[in-house]
């Protein structure tokens, strides 16, 4: 079974852009939750959708969006972008409550 | 306060010898998860454990063993015989309530370096 897939892996940003990260969990999951890791910030958690409902926010500004289409991909999305958002942004899958698989990451700069 | 509490920034030990990462927390549910996991430097979280608030024995996963101490509120990870390959971010996390929601906080973190 393949793991979770995030794309891409990589991007550069300028301030005041918007961008759209993506997240393909495991087959079968229908949870997908979005957190955010920063050097003085730790892992923060963003959102998590459930069968294309947001069902947990974390406090994030309004800049940051998501969504969850009817086959679980997940969009996250962040307009007017500071150079506080260069972060590592991780998604992660479950189907239950005793698990949480993460992907790889987005690791996003902004300059 | 913080909700999950890791005091050690920084450990080492030496390959094939068996370390202990410490994670405290903080709940008033009565239903809780606790997570470990790796992160290695290429900055993938790797889900190493589980144990829920209401399983009997502690849980094991191969070199992986979580001793959880419920009434200290601790949930501390266990490597055995350490490899070169466990140098890593490690990461205490806990899922609160019931439910199907999948929020996690995270501890602070642990670096382990493995030596010869």
């Known amino acids: 079974k393949a793991g979770v897939t995030q794309t891409p892996r990589y991007l550069i940003k300028t301030r005041g852009q918007q961008v759209t990260l993506s997240c393909s969990p495991i087959?079968?999951?229908?949870?997908v939750s979005w957190y955010q890791q920063t050097p003085g910030q730790g892992l923060q958690f963003l959102f998590e959708y459930f069968s294309e409902t947001q069902r947990n926010k974390g406090n994030f500004p309004g800049r940051f969006s998501g969504r969850q289409f009817s086959n679980s991909r997940s969009e996250m999305n962040v307009s007017t972008l500071e150079l506080g958002d260069s972060a590592l942004y991780l998604c992660?899958?479950?189907?239950?409550?005793?698990?949480?698989?993460f992907g790889p990451g987005t690791r996003l700069t902004v300059t | 306060a913080q909700k999950i509490t890791q005091t050690q920034p920084g450990m080492f030990v030496q390959e094939k010898e068996a370390v202990t990462l410490d994670c405290t927390y903080d709940?008033?549910?009565?239903?809780?998860?606790l997570f470990w996991y790796k992160q290695p430097s290429s900055g993938e979280m790797i889900f190493l454990i589980y144990?829920?608030?209401?399983?009997?024995q502690n849980a094991t996963e191969g070199r992986y063993s979580l001793n959880f101490q419920k009434a200290r509120k601790s949930a501390n990870l266990v490597i055995s015989a350490s490899q070169l390959g466990d140098s890593a971010m490690y990461f205490c996390a806990m899922r609160e309530g019931t439910g199907t929601a999948s929020k996690l906080t995270f501890g602070t973190g642990t670096r382990l370096q493995v030596t010869l």
């Open positions: 144990q829920g608030s209401y399983d009997e």
């Open positions: 087959s079968g999951h229908r949870s």
């Open positions: 709940t008033s549910d009565q239903s809780y998860g």
């Open positions: 992660a899958s479950s189907s239950g409550l005793r698990e949480q698989y």
